[in-house]
Every structure is written in structure tokens, then in C-alpha cells.
């Protein structure tokens, strides 16, 4: 019995040792569906009935710790129009995190884009990644906090702090990822590639981007994470509607349940999120650990 | 023994006729200062047009350091080197196939052919017909969309060939193509390799450290002494060329001989 299956020790027989290899495989695949299917099944119900039962011994009071069935109505309450209130505050949550992921599509988007370009030259010429390098380690230590105020009072309280500072969060990720792997781009292709007779442009194009896309492929991946992250943050000023403001929003008014809506949104759609961008990266980088 | 160089001068037009590849008086020297490590020279070397010239010698002697100045990926530190009359340039003059195929992985088989035709300029439209004919002519036909990494080492090498054969330059280079390869391959892709380059009447420049395969090969086979590298011998091969069974060639006394001479020279020359 190979150890990738699910059943307990006690419940193998001797006979299991001997069994011809088909069968032993075709009981590994059940156990490993098993696996991937009932265990974080399982776990998810665990923990909904542990919440459930520190709810109900009241040992804290009903704001800081909701029952799930409160969260469950809160979650319907936003969903739908109710009392002649739609949504929260005007807003369907669907609505409010479409709002969110567009400023995350555009600061994150215009990071990454950044992010690349800057590894890419940073990357070929030495002086200026030396040039720049600390400045980018520097940004990269900030949290996305420290620097907002700074944003407000240059640039208002509308869109543009919110889509600058996702875009400063996203781009230093995404072009040390770059940078690192453009540099150490395979030299043996490169002089293949020259060769052949491909001119130096041709060489970043044809050899050194495609060689380092897997790379910037997984800084992209923390970029988006680091966007994500911030995203309360940058929705903290001005931030209705939207999935951070929401949230923000609603603890201003003890509003623990909604508080929980918004961030089981937020942290499901970047699960899907990061899902998706995984992939995308199977589709467009198949060669991975075949370079 | 002495090199050709010192035949006698000839006519310097000749030298600059396509194909024609000339070192004169060429030491190449890595590293600066006390570090320097003289890696080859001084050689002088004259190489006709449509000649198939094996570089032989043990490891280190800076064979392969040769190879990469006629490829214009290094400059000489003394001595001339020109291809074609001019000085090399990488891509311009010559192309090389390298002891590793150097495939891109992120390209299919046919992609990387593909490549090779939009760097050689052949317009989009021909590249159809240009990519099937170049596997054709390594033996690969209907190999086009095949992923790199699912071909056997052998075929990714044919692929390396067939890719430096899109730009028709008039001189070809090979660094020990075959090194890397099983015993049966080899001696099939040695086989190709004396078929393709007895059609296109290039120049070729084979590097190689086996005796054997520099006398099946080559057209005249140059020894190299151990480093830094200079010419110890170089021997004109007469051997039947074009269409001709190759196990009558390699079964032949004259073959023989000659790779006798040739391996005792490496192995004098590397003592």
C-alpha cells in the first residue's frame, strides 16, 4: 500500500501487501481524491462547528464573536435589497469587490507593467540596477501604510491614492523577480541566438524575456498578493463603495458580521485569484522545468 | 611538422572570397596580467573555400577557443583572423553548432527553425516550405510541432544543424557536435554531417578530440599540439566524398592509416 492513501493503519490487512499493482493504484486514486476533496471539506465544517459553539457559550459578547447564522444573514443582507436598502450602503458586495478588483486590475496592472520594464533594463545594463536597486529594496520594506498619508496629501482622496498605492505595493515584487531573472538569463542561448544572426534586441526578445517569464511569472503572483493586502488599506480614506471601504465602514459601526462578509471576500476572490494566475502560468510557460 | 601557412604567400584577392577563412599569426590569451592563461597560438591557417577542415587535439588545447574567433565571439588578442575578407561577426559570417544543442525550450521544434529563417531575413511567406525542407534534411520530417524536451538528445542536435543551415552562410562551424552522443548516433549523424556538407560546398570547421571521426569527416585534418595550442600536423584526406557508402569508406585500409597517424599525433602532441 503505497503511503499516499488516506486509510488508517489499523484497517490494512496483510493481504493489501500482496495485491497486484493495478488494484493498489486504483485504491490510492480514491484515497487521494479523498484527500483533496474531504479533508479541507472536513475541516472547513470543524471549524464552522468549534465557531458555532464558542458563539453560543457567550463567553464573548455577540460583536466581537457573531454566531455563523448572523455572518450568514449579514452576507444575504448585503447580497440583496432588503428594507428598501440595497446591498450596504447603496452597494451589492458583489458590486463593492467588482469596484475593489477593478483598482486592483489598474494599480496592480500598472505596477506589474512598471515592474517588468524597470527589471528588464535593470536586469541588461549593470549601473542601472545599481542605480536603482536600494531605492527598490527600500520601497519594498515600506508597508503600503506608511506611505498613503504621504499619497492623500499629494494626490486628493479619490482614485488616484488608491490605484498609486497598489501600483507602489505591486512594482518593487515584480521588478526585483525581473531583474534577477533577466540577469541570469542562460548566456549559452543568448550566443546561440547571436549566432544565428539575431541582433540584441532580437536576443532580449526571442531568449532573454521568455527565459525569465516564469520568474516574473511568480513575482507577478506576489505582487498580486501584496496588492491584495493592501487593498483595506488603500480604501481606508474615502473608500465607499468597495470591498476594503466596506469593511473599514462597517467596524466604525461595530458591524462584526459585515466586518467577517467582506473579509471572506476578499480573501476568497484572491484565492481564485492566485488560482487563476497559476493557470495562466501552465499555459504560457509550459517548458517550465523542462529549460 | 609544419603548418601550410608557410607554404608561400598567396594572393591576397583570394583570401576574401566567400567561404575562404584566414588566421594569421593568431595567439588568443584569457584573463589579463598575471592571471593570463595563453589559451592558443601562435597558429597561422589558410583555409580554401569549400574545404572540411578537422581541428583535432586533446582537451584544452584550445581548439575549441579557435573555433570561437573564426565565430567572432572572441577577439584575438594577437594575429588576424578574417572570414569571407572580413572580420568575423557573430551571426554575419558563419554559422555554429555548439557541443549542446541549444535549443529554446520555450519554442517548438519547427519555432526554432523558424527563428533561425527570420534572423537569416528569408521573407515570412517561405517559411513553410524553407522549415520543411531543412528537416528534410536532417532526417526529421513531421517534426514540427514536437515540444524540444520530447525528442532524444540525437534529434535535438539535427535540429541545432538544420537550424544553422537556414542562413546558408558559406562557412559552417561545429564544436564537437557529437561529444555528447551515443556511439550509433554518432556515427549516423557523422554520416549527415559528410552527406549535407558535400551538398552545399561550404566551408566547414569541425572541432573534435576523436581521431576517428576527424579522418571520417574531414577533407584535411589540422592536429593541434596541448596548450597553448599550435599546429603540429596537417594532413590532407583523400577519402571518397559525396554519395558513397560510408561503411566502405570507414571499412577501407587507406582510413585506416590515416587515423592511426592521426591518433598517434594527438597523443604525441598531448604528452
Redesign the interface.
Known amino acids: 500500500m503505497p503511503p499516499a492513501s488516506a486509510a488508517p493503519a489499523a484497517l490494512r490487512d496483510p493481504v493489501d501487501e500482496a495485491e497486484p499493482a493495478p488494484r493498489r493504484r486504483a485504491r490510492s486514486r480514491t484515497g487521494g481524491a479523498l484527500r483533496r476533496l474531504a479533508l479541507p471539506l472536513g475541516s472547513l465544517l470543524l471549524f464552522l462547528a468549534v465557531w458555532q459553539s464558542v458563539a453560543a457559550a457567550g463567553t464573548w459578547s455577540e460583536t466581537l464573536v457573531p454566531p455563523p447564522a448572523r455572518v450568514w444573514d449579514a452576507f444575504v443582507d448585503v447580497s440583496t435589497t432588503h428594507d428598501g436598502v440595497r446591498g450596504y450602503n447603496g452597494t451589492y458586495l458583489v458590486e463593492h469587490l467588482g469596484i475593489s478588483l477593478r483598482r486592483i486590475a489598474l494599480g496592480a496592472g500598472l505596477g506589474i507593467a512598471l515592474g517588468v520594464a524597470a527589471g528588464l533594463v535593470m536586469g541588461t545594463v549593470g549601473w542601472v540596477r545599481s542605480l536603482f536597486e536600494p531605492w527598490i529594496t527600500f520601497l519594498r520594506t515600506l508597508p503600503p501604510l506608511a506611505y498613503f498619508s504621504l499619497l492623500i496629501v499629494w494626490l486628493g482622496i479619490d482614485e488616484e491614492p488608491k490605484i498609486t498605492l497598489l501600483a507602489v505595493a505591486a512594482f518593487p515584487p515584480v521588478a526585483v523577480a525581473t531583474t534577477a531573472a533577466v540577469a541570469a538569463a542562460p548566456r549559452?542561448?543568448q550566443?546561440?541566438?547571436?549566432?544565428?544572426?539575431?541582433s540584441r534586441r532580437?536576443v532580449v526578445r526571442?531568449?532573454v524575456l521568455?527565459?525569465a517569464?516564469p520568474e516574473i511569472f511568480t513575482g507577478v503572483r506576489l505582487a498580486v498578493g501584496v496588492a491584495y493586502s493592501s487593498l483595506v488599506a488603500a480604501e481606508l480614506v474615502n473608500g465607499l463603495p468597495g470591498i476594503g471601504g466596506m469593511v473599514k465602514d462597517a467596524a466604525n459601526y461595530n458591524n462584526t458580521p459585515v466586518v467577517l462578509v467582506g473579509i471572506a471576500a476578499i480573501g476568497v476572490s484572491g484565492l481564485l485569484i492566485d488560482g487563476a494566475l497559476l493557470r495562466l502560468e501552465r499555459a504560457v510557460?509550459?517548458?517550465r522545468g523542462?529549460? | 611538422m609544419v603548418s601550410r601557412e608557410t607554404d608561400g604567400a598567396r594572393p591576397a584577392e583570394d583570401t576574401g572570397r566567400p567561404g575562404a577563412v584566414r588566421l594569421a599569426d593568431v595567439t588568443h590569451r584569457y584573463g589579463e596580467g598575471d592571471d593570463a592563461v595563453t589559451a592558443v597560438g601562435p597558429v597561422g591557417l589558410d583555409i580554401e573555400p569549400g574545404e572540411f577542415v578537422v581541428l583535432v587535439g586533446a582537451s584544452g588545447c584550445g581548439k575549441s577557443t579557435l573555433l570561437r574567433l573564426i565565430a567572432g565571439f572572441e577577439r584575438p588578442t594577437r594575429g588576424t583572423v578574417t572570414v569571407s575578407g572580413a572580420a568575423p561577426r557573430p551571426g554575419q559570417q558563419a554559422g555554429v553548432v555548439f557541443q549542446q544543442p541549444r535549443l529554446l525550450p520555450w519554442r517548438t521544434v519547427g519555432g526554432n527553425i523558424d527563428l533561425a529563417l527570420r534572423y537569416a531575413g528569408v521573407p515570412r511567406d517561405l517559411w513553410e516550405t524553407r522549415r520543411a525542407e531543412l528537416l528534410h534534411r536532417v532526417g526529421l520530417d513531421g517534426t514540427e510541432r514536437r515540444r524540444v524536451w520530447e525528442i532524444s538528445g540525437g534529434q535535438q542536435q539535427r535540429v541545432a544543424i538544420a537550424r544553422t543551415l537556414a542562413a546558408d552562410n558559406p562557412v559552417l562551424l561545429l564544436d564537437e557536435p557529437f561529444a555528447a552522443l551515443d556511439a550509433l548516433t554518432r556515427e549516423r549523424l557523422q554520416e549527415d554531417v559528410r552527406r549535407v556538407t558535400a551538398r552545399t560546398g561550404g566551408t566547414t570547421v569541425f572541432v573534435t578530440h576523436s581521431a576517428d571521426e576527424a579522418v571520417f569527416l574531414g577533407s584535411r585534418v589540422v592536429v593541434l599540439s596541448r596548450r597553448p595550442g599550435t599546429v603540429v600536423l596537417d594532413l590532407p584526406v583523400g577519402l571518397p566524398r559525396g554519395d558513397v557508402d560510408a561503411e566502405d569508406v570507414r571499412g577501407g585500409a587507406e582510413f585506416a592509416a590515416l587515423r592511426a597517424r592521426v591518433a598517434h599525433e594527438v597523443k604525441a602532441a598531448a604528452a
Do not use: I
Open positions: 549559452h542561448l550566443e546561440a541566438a547571436r549566432a544565428l544572426g539575431g532580437d526571442d531568449v521568455p527565459s517569464l510557460v509550459p517548458w523542462h529549460a
